[in-house]
């Protein structure tokens, strides 16, 4: 028992040894007959070599034959089972040999891996026996003895051992039998053995029928007849040289080649002697290869031959008397291996493109070279020559792995074309090229460049809002996306303000619109930062500088400060009688808000009363006095002057300046007509109202009328436009006050006088309460507008914009000091420039303005209520201030300083003018009207 226990185990071990060894040293077998249907599993080859079937498909397994054989198996990349792929016919794959044997690899990548494996097809009875020919003829003598032999025509079956021909039978006759015998290779033939004698005169033929059956199961048989004509006898059969006749053949052999001469003897004489020569049964590749003279026995080469088809051919040869004796012999040709095949490269893998960031040695392809010849002639050297970053490792058996050598660079290289060449070691030595060609993927790896290291862009103000103002321009080497550029604005502050509400850039093209109009006064330029992206991941850029700066245009109206450009008021200068040619009587001030040559001004008298009398300052605005005054010249001169600045085309402003020419403010003569003057420059637009007005108010008067009438009521009331109410106690006694319809505005209401005594007085129209005649603090306003009209033309007076916060004036440009006399013609008041006047004077035009109103009470008359506007506070002469430190303007109450947030007041409280005029005196009677008038006159 303990021995049989220690034999089982001894036993497993050897197995398990065996069975190891087998696993790692030997090539895995597979077994299985011929002639399968597709699709039969042979095996599992993943089990087999111990790999992950899971892996197959990502490894990108495959079958690879040697050689240029047929590809006969398939694997299943999911399950790792082998399968037939097509018909495997063992006869036509290995012919007779005992064993068929198919060398097959398995190939695997990542990493590679090659795995042999061999089938063993075996054989099947598909094939039945034949004969060479359909009928075997003898011609036997009748002498010929009891127990003669006559060798038979062997039978071939293409199936091998068992499958093969394994008996012979002979149809059953009187005289012969079958004698089957077995040669040193194992094939089967047989003889007729005559086993009775033959006698040609009771039967000149004999026809039989023999069968060859082979070994198989079920079995297979072929049958040949045998006609045997008698003759007489033919004792010797013929015999060759030698029993094998070996040569040795060089597979490039030319056509015509002598290959071998077999020759065999017959002991016979005559017909019976002549021996002649044929193959045995020959396999089908050979029959267009080889010819045998039937003569001479000599064997020539009539086809190619090849080494790696066959290197051992063997060929049956027959030798026949002329009574049908024969005997057999073989030719066996041994080829011989000449360097014929060049090497073949086969590409197995091929990873384009490569990314140009792989790093070197990295494996971008997997090539294999095969040559058909033996020894050295197939021993191969592959290389590449040219001087390209890659080069080829060996790797398993005739595998080579393509790996980079260095660092790719696309924009400098973007493919290459390789040449792999394989040469081998026979002579002469042969070699083939093969081409491999490499594209280089693109990556990110080069942000955008600009043209420029920083832009410039110069655009004038006032532009059109969406112009073009310049353009920008990035390339980047990379492809495609990661060669694309976008443009973008980097988000940043002008101003205060986003850079996106004054600049956009197109995404495309780099063009650079401006998004509003610009203004040089208040922006001269600014810089933004230009982004340039490209489409790559992750996507680079790069940026640079865009200084963009504004031209100044001539847009800005020369703004005059002074005089006044307040175009209601009315300022005048006073000129002493004994002025001088050269004289300085008054200044126009005025700043332009450009800069440049757009900035400067020069002044120009376009209208004077008297043309020769004054002259300005091209540049300094300066009025001076051309000759002497006369007392011929007319007491008032009114200047209307033009200042131009230098752009192109230019642009320009007028002012008006009113001078009176007198020592003192006594002798200045009333003011009415520059009244009725200032209203008459409204003239044509108030006549169309006042007509609409008239016609209105008449039939309104004309029911009012009818109303007093029917009603027999009076009241008597006087409309005043305005805040202050005349009483009633001031209307003369027989006049009555009618009362407008109230339907237009305060400024077109009209007073109408009726008598008392009469029921059909008529009434009469006065002059409307406007703001050209009367105002509520009983002061008259004039307007540069109206003193246009003085000369009876109409000139239109461009609207002035606000004076800039910044002005200055250089120290030639200002007036000069007024508290401080500077020279002794200003100290003694006969100066261009007049001394402010004192307390006293302007108490002295106070009280004479409150004295005016007072006898304007009594002499009123319908419109203007006889009121002289000469020593109106609105007409009080200004003196002009000191403009070294601030600014005065005449006429005004501000004082315009540098700081806008100061305070501004112009003249001390004791200058101002009284909110309020005086209380109106008693209504005066008509007599004392009169007098009133005549008093005025004087």
């Not at 008996?167 to 077995?182: A, D, G, K, P």
């Not at 065999?264 to 290869?289: I, K, R, S």
């Not at 003196?879 to 005449?890: A, G, L």
Request: some cysteine; overall charge negative; hydrophobic content about 35%.
């Amino acid at each position: 028992m303990v021995q049989k226990r220690l034999l089982v185990t001894v036993m497993c071990i050897f197995f398990c040894a065996l069975l190891m060894a087998h696993t790692a040293y030997g090539d895995v077998s597979y077994s299985f007959p011929e002639e399968m249907k597709r699709g039969f599993v042979i095996g599992n080859i993943a089990k087999d070599h111990g790999l992950d079937a899971n892996s197959l498909s990502s490894r990108m397994a495959r079958i690879d034959t040697e050689g240029n054989r047929k590809r006969y198996c398939d694997i299943n990349l999911n399950t790792g089972e082998l399968t037939v792929a097509e018909r495997i016919d063992r006869e036509a794959l290995c012919g007779k040999k005992a064993s068929c044997v198919i060398k097959q690899e398995l190939v695997l990548e990542n990493p590679l891996e090659l795995h042999r494996f061999i089938f063993n097809i075996h054989d099947i009875n598909d094939n039945s026996p034949q004969f060479k020919e359909s009928v075997i003829k003898f011609e036997i003598r009748e002498s010929a003895d009891k127990g003669s032999r006559y060798l038979l025509d062997e039978a071939h079956d293409a199936d091998i051992a068992v499958n093969s021909v394994n008996s012979y039978m002979l149809q059953n006759n009187e005289h012969f039998l079958l004698n089957v015998l077995t040669k040193a290779n194992g094939r089967k033939y047989g003889e007729l053995v005559l086993n009775k004698e033959l006698d040609r005169e009771q039967q000149k033929e004999v026809t039989l029928i023999l069968t060859a059956v082979d070994g198989g199961t079920p079995p297979r048989s072929g049958t040949v007849a045998i006609h045997v004509t008698v003759l007489d006898a033919n004792d010797n059969a013929p015999v060759f040289s030698q029993a094998v006749y070996k040569v040795s053949l060089p597979e490039n052999s030319p056509l015509d080649t002598i290959v071998v001469t077999v020759s065999a003897t017959d002991a016979d004489e005559g017909p019976n002697g002549a021996v002649t020569y044929a193959f045995g049964h020959l396999n089908e590749n050979f029959v267009e290869t080889f010819s045998l003279d039937p003569a001479s026995g000599e064997i020539k080469l009539t086809g190619y031959i090849d080494y790696e088809e066959e290197s051992l051919i063997e060929l049956p040869i027959q030798a026949k008397d002329g009574q049908g004796l024969a005997s057999h012999s073989v030719v066996l040709i041994d080829i011989v291996d000449v360097n014929d095949n060049a090497p073949i490269i086969i590409i197995k893998s091929l990873k384009s493109p490569v990314p140009e960031n792989v790093s070197p040695g990295t494996e971008v392809g997997i090539i294999n070279v095969q040559d058909r010849d033996s020894e050295n002639n197939g021993q191969v050297r592959c290389f590449i020559q040219q001087n390209v970053p890659f080069k080829l490792v060996p790797s398993i058996k005739n595998y080579y792995s393509v790996v980079t050598t260095g660092e790719l660079d696309r924009e400098l290289v973007s493919d290459y074309n390789i040449t792999i060449t394989a040469t081998d070691e026979g002579t002469p030595r042969l070699s083939s090229t093969k081409n491999i060609h490499f594209t280089v993927a693109d990556v990110n790896d080069n942000p955008p460049v600009f043209e420029e290291q920083n832009y410039r862009a110069h655009v004038q103000e006032n532009n059109k809002p969406g112009s073009s103002i310049s353009s920008v321009s990035a390339t980047d080497p990379d492809w495609r996306q990661n060669g694309t550029v976008v443009y973008s604005l980097l988000p940043s502050d002008v101003n205060g303000a986003p850079v996106s509400s004054f600049l956009s850039v197109n995404g495309d093209t780099g063009v650079i619109h401006a998004v509003r109009s610009f203004d040089y006064e208040q922006l001269k330029s600014f810089k933004v930062l230009v982004l340039a992206r490209d489409n790559g991941s992750p996507p680079l850029s790069s940026n640079v500088t865009v200084t963009v700066l504004i031209t100044d245009e001539n847009d800005n109206t020369p703004q005059i400060l002074y005089p006044s450009p307040d175009g209601n008021s009315f300022m005048t200068e006073m000129v002493p009688k004994a002025a001088q040619a050269g004289s300085l009587v008054s200044k126009v001030i005025a700043v332009d808000a450009d800069s440049g040559q757009n900035a400067w001004l020069s002044y120009h008298i376009i209208k004077a009363s008297d043309p020769g009398l004054f002259t300005i300052g091209v540049h300094s605005g300066e009025i001076r006095t051309q000759r002497d005054l006369s007392e011929s010249d007319s007491m008032k001169q009114n200047l209307i002057v033009s200042v131009r600045d230098n752009g192109q085309p230019y642009l320009s402003a007028t002012c008006a300046l009113y001078l009176l020419i007198s020592d003192n403010l006594a002798e200045v003569p009333e003011l009415k007509d520059i009244s009725h003057d200032e209203s008459s420059s409204k003239l044509t637009f108030y006549l169309i109202i006042a007509l609409v007005s008239v016609s209105t108010f008449f039939l309104t008067f004309i029911i009012i009328i009818l109303a007093v009438r029917f009603c027999r009521r009076r009241k008597p009331r006087l409309l005043f436009d305005g805040a202050v109410a005349i009483p009633s106690a001031y209307l003369p006694p027989n006049y009555a006050e009618v009362e407008g319809a109230g339907t237009l505005r305060s400024a077109y209401n009209y007073d109408a006088y009726l008598t008392t005594g009469s029921r059909t007085s008529d009434f009469k129209f006065v002059r409307s309460y406007n703001e050209g005649t009367l105002t509520p603090d009983m002061t008259l306003k004039k307007s540069a507008m109206d003193d246009l009209n003085d000369f009876g033309e109409n000139e239109n007076i461009s609207q002035q914009k606000p004076p800039s916060a910044d002005w200055r004036f250089t120290q030639n440009q200002r007036p000069g000091p007024s508290g401080a006399a500077a020279t002794p013609e200003v100290a003694m008041g006969t100066g261009p420039w007049p001394n402010p006047p004192t307390e006293a004077e302007q108490l002295q035009a106070l009280m004479a303005a409150a004295n005016e109103v007072s006898e304007a009470t009594n002499t009123l008359t319908p419109g203007t209520m006889g009121l002289s506007t000469r020593y109106s506070p609105q007409f009080t002469l200004q003196h002009v201030p000191d403009y070294r430190q601030n600014v005065y303007i005449p006429g005004s109450t501000a004082t315009l300083t540098a700081n806008p947030q100061q305070p501004q007041q112009a003249l001390p409280p004791s200058q101002a003018s009284p909110d309020e005029p005086e209380p109106p005196k008693a209504a005066q009677t008509p007599a004392s009207k009169k007098k009133s008038a005549k008093k005025e006159k004087k």
